[in-house]
């Protein structure tokens, strides 16, 4: 079955603890990104990557770090949260070619205290 | 940057009857593709519809179908005999070819019984 997993799916934590939220997906895809989604705002893109090795910054990068060391992987990193970075994080994956359905991952609801 | 408007936060419709979302979008684009996603309460990303841009065909999926206006940049989602599993956030999401996706901050539509 086509999936992109996150872990974990809830987690509450403290300001300036350091954490990842993991994501990996199991269709051999090129295209990964993080979004987060906040009341009113929609979803917003944190970072994507378009291959192994290759990432780059989406509209909202500040305070997080994200890695592709391999295709099915792309954890996002956050150094040091705050808690304006409460939210609900969304990774996705898709085929690279353009117009293809994006896969996204059942999200993570972070909260920052 | 491509921006994506849903002028409607909010919207109601009694069930069994017709309720039309509103999407406008703002590209120099010509090729593209145009979504819409569900998010019921467990806050899953569901896909209902796409478009391409190049298609003059309004895209149709059961209860569910589209009215795009490339010149006018609207992507309007019509959804006939509304049910109460219709409850939820709809997305309107834009696409470059092999770009990012952007969306509109979403409208909330309940199902009245």
């Known amino acids: 079955e086509a999936q992109v997993t996150q872990n974990p799916r809830y987690l509450i934590t403290v300001t300036g603890k350091k954490l990842t939220v993991t994501c990996s997906q199991n269709?051999?895809?090129?295209?990964m990104s993080w979004y987060r989604q906040d009341p009113g705002l929609g979803l917003r893109q944190i970072y994507y990557?378009?291959?192994?090795?290759?990432?780059d910054k989406g509209d909202v990068p500040e305070g997080y770090k994200v890695s592709r060391k391999e295709k099915r992987n792309f954890p996002l990193i956050l150094e040091s949260p705050s808690p304006n970075q409460t939210s609900l994080y969304f990774c996705?994956?898709?085929?690279?070619?353009?117009?293809?359905?994006?896969?996204f991952g059942e999200g993570s609801w972070l909260t920052v205290v | 940057a491509q921006t994506v408007t849903q002028s409607q936060p909010e919207m109601s419709v009694q069930e069994a009857e017709t309720v039309t979302l509103s999407c406008t979008y703002d590209?120099?684009?010509?090729?593209?593709?145009l979504f819409w996603y569900k998010q019921p309460p467990s806050r899953q990303m569901i896909l209902v519809i796409r478009q391409e841009a190049y298609k003059q065909q309004n895209a149709t999926e059961n209860r569910f179908s589209v009215n795009f206006q490339k010149a006018a940049k609207s992507f309007s989602l019509k959804i006939s005999d509304s049910q109460l599993g219709d409850t939820a956030m709809y997305f309107c999401?834009?696409?470059?070819?092999?770009?990012?996706?952007?969306f509109g901050a979403g409208t909330r539509l309940t199902v009245k019984p």
């Open positions: 999401a834009f696409m470059k070819w092999a770009n990012d996706m952007r």
């Open positions: 269709m051999n895809h090129e295209y």
């Open positions: 590209t120099s684009e010509n090729n593209y593709y």
């Open positions: 996705a994956s898709r085929e690279l070619t353009g117009g293809n359905t994006i896969y």
């Open positions: 990557s378009m291959n192994v090795e290759v990432t």
